[in-house]
């Protein structure tokens, strides 16, 4: 499966973006889709995830009630939508597509399928 993410750029303390990763090649609705992010010296860290159709979204504590994660099935297709943007939010996102298990969930080796990042920085 490719996949592809898009919706990054620069935006204020405070700002809003929405970014969205397209799947192509399969149907992914029986798989989770998540995203994950990776700040400059830092390690790859769990953003959210949203599992198969129909399923529960987890969030990262940090981005708890900020962001909120979403899918179109039809549209192979998961967002992210970022509220309340902090500058410790700047990152390159990744979307990724996985069969992870519960316990599994927050680990990147978990996904075997890796969206081409997409650069998010929030200025102050």
């Known amino acids: 499966v490719q996949l592809q993410a898009s919706g990054g750029g620069l935006v204020q303390v405070g700002g809003s973006l929405r970014l969205s990763c397209t799947a192509s090649g399969r149907d992914t609705s029986s798989e989770a889709m998540g995203w994950f992010r990776q700040a400059p010296g830092k390690e790859r860290e769990f953003v959210a995830v949203i599992r198969w159709a129909g399923g529960s979204p987890f969030y990262a504590d940090d981005v708890k009630g900020r962001f909120t994660i979403s899918r179109n099935n039809a549209k192979n297709t998961v967002y992210l939508q970022m509220n309340g943007l902090k500058p410790e939010d700047t990152a390159v996102y990744y979307c990724?597509?996985?069969?992870?298990?519960?316990?599994?969930?927050?680990?990147?080796?978990?996904?075997?399928?890796w969206g081409q990042g997409t650069l998010v920085t929030v200025s102050s």
């Open positions: 990724a597509v996985g069969r992870p298990i519960m316990s599994t969930l927050r680990a990147h080796v978990s996904y075997h399928s």
